[in-house]
């Protein structure tokens, strides 16, 4: 945590602890309008959950509402984690991550009608942690909110696969095979490159656990697993 940087945020009377505009240019030159245009004219569909902080409801932003500028505002609300990242205010209502209510957005995919999903978790598939101790107020809230959002993860996945079981729906999950971090609110360029490639070749190497659920009649839940290495 850069301290120095939270105490600026004080002296500025902004609303959260750290500023996340970089963040929002970065959004804006990595993905262009020609981007944006082309999920349009292709007919495909990208979705982002924001949690309203506001009215304290989760919300689902899709490209085909939205124009190119709104877009990847809302990309960026959905990147925010407040109160260590900046708020998104539009429309008198302050917007956040949605992960703080739906971290695993599958049931929103279900709804929209997909029959087939692939659910990229960065955690280990049964992880246990072991993390050093905690030094100060910032790091006990960044721990407490990491604590949490793997509370809110679990919910998720659990609630997914119940609301699948009426709707023949197949998800494959990858799980990632070492704990990346123990400081999530930590950004290090050249760190996350390596999680990127690394995650790249762990998926094309490792079978990932495919969990279909039908109902099948008068016989009820039928819950089968099966190997899967497309990603």
Known sequence: MNHFGI???????QKTLGDSTGLRNLIRNNFKRK?????KALGKEVVVTVANL?????EYKSSNDCNYEDFCDWMWASCNLAPLMSLYQKNGNDYADGGFGNLIPVQEAIIKGATEIDTIVLRQEKAVYNNPPL?????VFARTSDFMLNQIANDDLIISKLQTASKNVKINFYFINR???????VFNKQEMTTWWQDGYDLFKAKDCTTHVLAVEGDQG??????KHVDL
């Open 135 to 139: 030094q100060n107020a910032i790091e």
């Open 179 to 185: 704990e990346l971090t123990t400081h999530s609110f």
């Open 221 to 226: 839940i039928k819950l089968t697993e099966q």
């Open 35 to 39: 981007d944006f245009e082309t999920i």
């Open 54 to 58: 506001t009215t304290q409801l989760i």
């Open 7 to 13: 105490i600026k945020q004080f002296f500025k009377r």
